[in-house]
């Protein structure tokens, strides 16, 4: 059965002392360690030493008064099957296991781990009954909440234990932290957006599954005992620790070096240059594709379409999958016909275009975009005598793109025009959105909203959180109560006046004095509150994260709280801080795109 794993491995989690290496600098930050002097022919590192992945504890089998009911009667199952039922116990109450595809792939993938005795009786999943399992671990979470401080403490203390051997390596004389040094437990894939693998059984990973990378002269991690690795590599060409590949879209998995590392700070940093390199030449680069839209060659035509539209609509290039492999997702060099459709007039514009169809990790796009008459006129030629399943650029795909992007800049992909228009456009909005007026709040509120438009550029969606009324609810209960604060200051501030009219003694006048800085203290805040819950309804479904961390240079931000005198904190959270040590220590409020 995949879950089985040797007791063995739940040993790796005590703790070894680590060796230091000779010029270890912890911690060390500033521009000379993202400046030091780089390898030249792709090498990434000399020297690269780690303890493997911590594997994910063993199953433990629920308490013999939790049980299982098919058909209404109680039903013993076998520890695999047990597993794997509460995966899908515990995402009871997730819209997840409300949809159908959901429930199709779980039931299919669970029966084949199922004894024959269990696929004799368990036949549909209707019949299954798996609430009590689900308050068990309601119940186990919940006790998990109610922990005492010093209980608390003690398992936090565990986890660093862990983290101490496991979370960190020696990468060229730097003890550098890694970013994900756990492998993911087994559980149901969930996907994004309607992705047709949903529900399907992700599996424990094993030993024999993950691949090692390391220095030929540093220790070799030890696997589990009674297990070996698939394979140990000596590969300084990548930065990658291990790896391994999941079963339910066989994609490699890697454990790679915290974002906080040198190696990624260099990797970023030398990403958003290249975006700024585009900015030298993007003017040439239009007129370039636009001269080709009316070019004699069909293969340039379309070139120059799908040109257009990766720059001015951040659409994703696109890759090709083998039939049936994933979601029905493309890109934009993979769209077909049936998913445009053209207006020559729509809603007061000229030469509409609505997109619909579903982009990366199954999220829909879902666009009408006002282009360009050679745009609209190509299009329709594209399209002619063609049905709805054909290709739209029959003559194109990623590798002749990539190949002209290539030639226009070295280094320019689909890609960094996403990069380079997402930066550019956050530049652009904070320049036109923030008053230098406004409170932090009010800043914050003009950052969120200039993030946005990035967000809406890049189709950078998500779904109503789940918790979203009741915070807002909880919102409007401040604001409310704030309310009744202000209105009952504002009557203590009549009064004091009315008194020091009356008596016009210093006491009284102090009093006075004293009533308006707390009534304006009040505003302040009132007016905070009403800022959060307008940002708060704006974004209700719209994935700023994603943007901010991937796409945006992070010296724009970082530039805007220091000429603005916002705090970086309210920008980055700690972990955000240390991804983008680089961006904060070179940069001054003067930095431009």
Known sequence: ?????????????????????????????????????????????????????????????????????????????????????????????????TKEIFQTNFFNDWRKEMTPQE?????????????????YFVDKNEAR??????????????????????????????????????????????????????????????????IINCSKDSKIPEPPVGHKWKEVRFDNTVTWLASWTE????????????????????KDWQKYEVARRLKDVVHKIRAQYQADWKSKEMKKRQRAVALYFIDKLALRAGNEKEEGETADTVGCCSLRVEHIKL????????????????????????????????????????????????????RLNTVILNKHLQNLMNGLTAKVFRTYNASITLQEQLKA?????????????????????????????????KTFEKSMQNLQTKIDAKKQQLEKAEQELKKAEDEFEDTKDAKAEANVQKKKKLLERLKEQLAKLNVQATDKEENKQIALGTSKLNYLDPRISIAWCKKFGVPIEKIYNKTQRAKFAWAIDMTDEDFEF
């Open 145 to 210: 909440k109610a922990l005492s401080k010093e209980e608390k403490q003690k398992l936090k203390e565990e986890a660093d234990k862990i983290q101490e051997e496991y979370g960190y390596c020696i990468l060229d004389g730097h003890r550098e932290k890694i970013g994900n040094f756990k492998t993911e437990p087994p559980g149901l894939f969930r996907g994004r957006g309607d992705h047709p693998k949903m529900g399907m059984l992700k599996k424990r990973i094993m030993p024999e599954d993950v």
């Open 247 to 266: 079963n339910v879209q066989n994609s490699l998995k890697y454990i790679m070096l915290n974002p906080s590392s040198k190696l990624k700070g260099e």
């Open 119 to 135: 696929q004799k009786i368990i036949k549909h999943l209707d019949k299954c009954d798996f609430r009590e399992i689900h308050k």
């Open 433 to 465: 959105l923030t008053n230098p007026e406004d409170n932090v709040a009010g800043k914050l509120l003009s950052y969120n909203r200039a993030n946005r438009a990035v967000a809406i550029l890049c189709n950078h969606q998500r779904s109503t959180p």
């Open 1 to 97: 059965m995949y879950w089985r794993l040797a007791t063995s491995m739940l040993g790796r989690g005590v703790p070894r002392p680590w060796l230091v290496p000779t010029g270890l600098r912890t911690g060390s930050v500033g521009c000379s360690r993202w400046e030091e002097e780089k390898s030249a022919d792709g090498v990434k590192w000399k020297q690269l030493e780690h303890r493997g992945p911590y594997f994910v504890p063993l199953y433990e089998p629920l308490p013999d008064d939790v049980q299982f009911y098919y058909d209404g009667k109680p039903l013993k199952l076998s520890v695999a099957t047990e597993e794997i039922a509460t995966f899908y116990a515990k995402m009871l109450d997730h819209e997840y296991t």
């Open 343 to 394: 207006h020559p007039k729509l809603d007061g514009q000229e030469h509409v275009v609505e997109f619909d169809f579903l982009g990366k990790d199954s999220i829909r796009y879902y666009n009408k975009v006002s282009v360009e008459k050679p745009v609209f006129k190509n299009l329709q030629l594209f399209m002619k005598n063609k049905d709805p399943g054909d290709d739209l650029f029959d």
